[in-house]
């Protein structure tokens, strides 16, 4: 019943900025904790960012400083600021939303960090 759909992915150089955003069904999102999460080639997918209902932000620490994870509840949507991107951010990313205690995903979108 929980839809997401993560859209903004795409190609861009080295020390580029890219906002992903993640459109959420639902008055169910204004109560629930959202993140993205990204999985590189060979990689486990691997938590970057959450926030909750209330606005409580967690960034992992290779992305600290960088990305800015933000909701608009009044649109369901919640979106990912990307800054400083280095070819290591190269991914695909997904929106990830908490809804009784369940997770549901999005399909993701590709970020390519790339001269």
């Known amino acids: 019943q929980v839809q997401l759909v993560e859209s903004g992915g795409g190609l861009v150089q080295p020390g580029g900025s890219l906002r992903l955003s993640c459109a959420a069904s639902g008055s169910i999102f204004k109560a629930s904790p959202m993140a993205w999460y990204r999985q590189a080639p060979g990689k486990q997918r691997e938590l970057v960012a959450s926030?909750?209902?209330?606005?409580?932000?967690n960034y992992a620490g290779s992305v600290k400083g960088r990305f800015t994870i933000s909701r608009d509840n009044a649109k369901n949507t919640a979106d990912l600021q990307m800054n400083s991107l280095k070819p290591e951010d190269t991914a695909v990313y997904y929106c990830?939303?908490?809804?009784?205690?369940?997770?549901?995903w999005g399909q993701g979108t590709q970020v390519t960090v790339s001269s």
């Open positions: 990830n939303a908490l809804v009784q205690f369940k997770g549901y």
């Open positions: 926030i909750s209902s209330g606005g409580i932000t």
